[in-house]
């Protein structure tokens, strides 16, 4: 009757084209895999042969040694009191809590003005301001442009 390999029909046969193509994929990833990795291996190798030729320099001393250490970004500014001290209710010194008090309000030495007398409405300042706000006020140019009256 019919001829022809009836283990075609199967799908765990090694000649479907279906099982053929997994094959061709697997093997290309492979490939891709293995281009990475050697990728990898020599970017580190170059890194490790210039961090060798660095540390030969500087032992050498035609390089000044870099410091590395990351110590600084977690002391404190000189002179203040850490955080947790003053959270947790520990004395602290008089002279640093000396430096956040404001100094008592009087005229300015720069200028001889009072605190809070730039918000004073009867400098010429204010008047400008005042006219600048009702030129660039939205509902005022509404209202100008309708003439339709509530």
């Known amino acids: 009757m019919g ?28 490939e891709a895999e293995c281009k990475k990795i050697e990728e990898l291996q020599k970017e580190l190798k170059d890194e490790r042969a210039r961090e060798e030729i660095t540390r030969f320099a500087q032992e050498s001393g035609s ?7 990351l110590d600084w970004m977690y002391q404190g500014p000189a002179g203040q009191v850490s955080r947790d001290e003053y959270l947790l209710g520990r004395s602290i010194d008089k ?5 956040y008090e404001e100094p008592e309000s009087g005229p300015s030495a720069e200028t001889g003005l009072l605190p809070g007398s730039i918000f004073n409405p009867t400098t010429p300042a204010s008047n400008l301001d005042l006219a600048a706000k009702i030129r660039e006020d939205p509902l005022f140019e509404i209202r ?3 003439p339709v009256s509530l």
Do not use: C, F, Y
């Open 95 to 99: 002279q640093i809590t000396d430096q």
């Open 144 to 146: 100008l442009v309708s």
């Open 3 to 30: 001829g022809g390999d009836l283990n075609l029909k199967k799908s765990w046969h090694p000649q479907t084209m279906k099982n053929i193509e997994r094959v061709w994929k697997a093997e290309q990833k492979h």
């Open 63 to 69: 390089i000044k040694k870099k410091d590395d250490r």
